[in-house]
Every structure is written in C-alpha cells, then in structure tokens.
C-alpha cells in the first residue's frame, strides 16, 4: 500500500508545473538586439555569462534584480533562452518585450498589445483538404496559453502610462514561425483566435514558462500591421516600436 502511495505522489509531482522562486530576479528576454539595446543602456549589469552562443547580462534595473537576453528570433531559439533563465538563473517571472505586427482592425502601428493569452497558430496538421489547426501547443483546453494575470495588469498599466489609453491594449497574441506580410492571413489570425497581434517567439517562451511553474507575460509593440505594407512598415518603424516596447518594460519594473 504504502509503496503505491509513493508511485501515485511520484507520479502527480512530475505532472504539476515547477513552481518559480519568488526571490530570484526577473528574467527579460528578447528576439533582436534593437528589442534589448534601450534596456541595456539603462541597466547596471555587474556581469555576462555566455551560455549556448546567448549573452545572459546580470544586473539591475529600475532597482530590480535582472537579467537581460537576446534570445534570437522564433519559436525554438527563444523557448531555449526561457528555459535558461529558468533553469540557470532561477528567475522569478520572465517578461517577454519587442516588436509585432498587428492583427485586425483594433491596433494600428506603434500600439502596444499586452498579452492575456497566446497561442501557437501554425500548429497542426496539413491535409489535403488544407491546413488544421491543433489545440495540443496550448496549456489549456482551448489551445491558448495564459499569460499571468498579475504581470499582464502591471504591463497594461504601464503602457497607458507611456503610450496613453487610447494606444494600449490587452488581447490575445498569436505566435508562428512566419513573418506575417499578408491580409488574408491576418484576417485568419482574427477570425480563428480574436488576436491583436502575431509574433514569432511568445508562445514558445509562455508555455516554457508555464511548465516550470513561471509567472510571465509578453509586450509587444506594433511595427506593422502584417499586411502586404509589412516589410516596408517594419523598415520605418522597428527601432521605434523596440525602444517603445522596452520603455514599458522599465515603466512596469518601476512600479513593482
């Protein structure tokens, strides 16, 4: 009996989410360096450790306890950069901050999206009849990915402060390995999941996160709307975008 007993808590323990050190510092994480380079500036980094080819830079900002990466850009890159500050660093919560284009009518460029939920929108199965999409990349039922409540409200709150109410929103993000430039997807992307953003790295790094337990949230800042302007919009307004994202994330760490 009692033998079973230990097989059965065995068993739950490795199922449940590996909860986060309340007292370990804050993990910030981005795809590309223009995302990284104002929080930078306006940290104090004590040290860089290298780990797998990422810079992982140590220090404080806004008096918190950081540690700041460019993960590189998609889904496999930054889901390894969440992972390391998880297991490496012991972070507290990770904030995911950079550009997007976005989604729908709601957002135009240099809006902020903070995320409520995400989800992996090129996860599925091709068939003949077309592509089908599969619910299995998410963290609940419904194939979406919760961002923490918490963090989300903190983020929105400084997005309103930076940017003003009309230009913060908070909705639902969706991540693919694609650089989305095309207004029939877009509208897909609406249609099928109601978001206001598509990205190519937070859903891989929230439901890293969510696995181990993590508190965590994604900002993002509109460089395009992902139509067939994407590219040309991206070129004009990226550096912008990064640095507004980022603002937000020192606004945020400010009030924590």
């Given at each position: 009996?009692?033998?079973?007993?230990?097989?059965?808590?065995?068993?739950?323990?490795?199922?449940?989410?590996?909860?986060?050190?309340?007292?370990?510092?804050?993990?910030?994480?981005?795809?590309?360096?223009?995302?990284?380079?104002?929080?930078?500036?306006?940290?104090?980094?004590?040290?860089?450790?290298?780990?797998?080819?990422?810079?992982?830079?140590?220090?404080?900002?806004?008096?918190?306890?950081?540690?700041?990466?460019?993960?590189?850009?998609?889904?496999i890159l930054a889901a390894?950069?969440?992972?390391?500050?998880?297991?490496?660093?012991?972070?507290?919560?990770?904030?995911?901050?950079?550009?997007?284009?976005?989604?729908?009518?709601?957002?135009?460029?240099?809006?902020?999206?903070?995320?409520?939920?995400?989800?992996?929108?090129?996860?599925?199965?091709?068939?003949?009849?077309?592509?089908?999409?599969?619910?299995?990349?998410?963290?609940?039922?419904?194939?979406?990915?919760?961002?923490?409540a918490g963090l989300a409200?903190?983020?929105?709150?400084?997005?309103?402060?930076?940017?003003?109410?009309?230009?913060?929103?908070?909705?639902?993000?969706?991540?693919?390995?694609?650089?989305?430039?095309?207004?029939?997807?877009v509208w897909t992307l609406?249609?099928?999941?109601?978001?206001?953003?598509?990205?190519?790295?937070?859903?891989?790094?929230?439901?890293?996160?969510?696995?181990?337990?993590?508190?965590?949230?994604?900002?993002?800042?509109?460089?395009?709307?992902?139509?067939?302007?994407?590219?040309?919009?991206?070129?004009?307004?990226?550096?912008?975008?990064?640095?507004?994202?980022?603002?937000?994330?020192?606004?945020?760490?400010?009030?924590?």
């Amino acid at each position: 009996m009692k033998k079973s007993i230990i097989i059965v808590l065995i068993a739950v323990m490795a199922a449940a989410p590996v909860m986060a050190s309340e007292n370990g510092p804050i993990g910030i994480i981005t795809a590309m360096s223009n995302e990284l380079s104002l929080l930078l500036e306006n940290a104090d980094i004590s040290r860089t450790e290298t780990i797998g080819g990422v810079d992982y830079n140590i220090g404080t900002l806004q008096g918190k306890d950081v540690v700041l990466a460019k993960a590189g850009v998609g889904k496999i890159l930054a889901a390894a950069g969440a992972a390391t500050l998880i297991n490496e660093f012991d972070v507290s919560s990770i904030i995911f901050t950079g550009i997007a284009g976005g989604v729908g009518e709601k957002t135009e460029v240099m809006d902020i999206v903070v995320s409520t939920d995400l989800v992996v929108h090129d996860y599925g199965n091709m068939t003949n009849d077309g592509f089908v999409w599969g619910k299995v990349a998410g963290s609940d039922e419904n194939g979406r990915i919760p961002a923490d409540a918490g963090l989300a409200d903190l983020a929105y709150e400084a997005a309103v402060a930076v940017v003003g109410k009309d230009s913060a929103f908070k909705g639902n993000i969706a991540t693919g390995d694609q650089f989305v430039a095309s207004e029939n997807y877009v509208w897909t992307l609406q249609d099928s999941f109601n978001s206001l953003a598509c990205e190519m790295e937070g859903a891989s790094v929230g439901l890293v996160a969510y696995q181990y337990g993590v508190p965590f949230v994604v900002i993002r800042c509109m460089s395009d709307k992902a139509d067939g302007l994407a590219h040309e919009s991206y070129e004009g307004f990226g550096d912008q975008a990064a640095d507004n994202s980022a603002s937000i994330v020192m606004e945020m760490l400010g009030n924590m």
